[in-house]
């Protein structure tokens, strides 16, 4: 690349950065690209690791040593979090958004690019140090959220289907019980889709009981995999008691009230006193 003036670099590099989540750059791939010393490179880096903290967009770790680099980690304050999440609620709170039997639509929020990147990057955030593998989720829904947090993440997704595909080759399946309506169901996880002992992050739209995340627990043993974390967009406050104990929400759906159009939302226990996640 031809020597760019250094307000250009900046800009450049900030990019490179930004669609680079959690990979570790060697400074001597900037110093090619833009045909500049590493003093030079260095110096700019400076720059743009003090704008990514004062603007709450991440942090840049460096590594020093001769395998050493730079890493761009996503972060978004809990401040900007909430803030979010509260104007979200709103628009839970929609009385056009009830269904027949208590129910929420909420497709065309999960259909908001914008909406699914915010929350993708708030999981990001919240999991950043987790040590983890690979993000997990159940189709359908939960998939759009699961790729935008392994987006921020830099991790593969793995999907688990409600049915074996002959396209996945031999699979993993097992009967669980769906926590809503108390029926059995069938999961399945193709064998190529996830090494033994992997370290898995479990993603998902909406919990109500946890049937469902407590069956792809139950399915990751088979892989003698181990659970890193659970992130649930919104989770329901009507149930006394969830399946799954160890989670974090960020949205929580305390009442749904068909006859009289009330619905109450609220920010989800990653918001409370008693989460330490940051």
């Known amino acids: 690349m031809k020597k ?25 791939t900037f110093a090619d690209r833009y045909n500049s010393a590493k003093s030079s490179i260095s110096e700019d880096l400076a720059i743009i690791k003090e704008v990514f903290e004062e603007e709450g967009l991440g942090e840049l770790q460096t590594l020093a040593g001769a395998a050493g680099g730079v890493k761009f980690i996503p972060r978004v304050s809990k401040t900007h979090s909430l803030q979010f999440i509260t104007q979200l609620c709103r628009q839970l709170k929609q009385p056009e958004r009830i269904l027949p039997g208590g129910y929420l639509y909420m497709s065309d929020i999960m259909g908001q690019p914008l909406i699914l990147n915010e929350v993708g990057k708030m999981f990001a955030s919240v999991f950043a140090g987790k040590d983890i593998d690979v993000v997990m989720t159940v189709e359908t829904k939960g998939i759009p959220l699961a790729y935008s947090t392994a987006t921020y993440l830099n991790l593969p997704v793995v999907i688990v289907r409600r049915d074996n595909k002959v396209t996945e080759g031999s699979a993993v399946s097992i009967n669980y019980v769906s926590g809503s309506n108390k029926r059995i169901q069938t999961m399945s996880l193709s064998r190529r889709a996830l090494k033994e002992e992997s370290r898995v992050l479990i993603i998902d739209d909406f919990m109500r009981v946890g049937g469902t995340i407590h069956g792809m627990m139950d399915l990751l043993q088979e892989f003698k995999a181990t659970v890193k974390g659970v992130g649930v967009f919104v989770e329901s406050g009507e149930v006394e008691e969830h399946l799954v104990e160890d989670y974090i929400s960020l949205a929580k759906l305390s009442a749904v009230d068909p006859k009289t159009k009330q619905i109450t939302a609220e920010p989800g226990n990653y918001f409370s006193e008693e989460s330490d996640e940051e």
Not at 6 to 23: D, G, K, N, W
Request: aromatic share 8%; charged share 20%; hydrophobic share 45%.
């Open 4 to 28: 760019m003036k250094r307000s250009a670099r900046l800009v450049e590099m900030t990019q490179y950065l930004l669609f680079r989540p959690h990979t570790l750059i060697p400074l001597t």
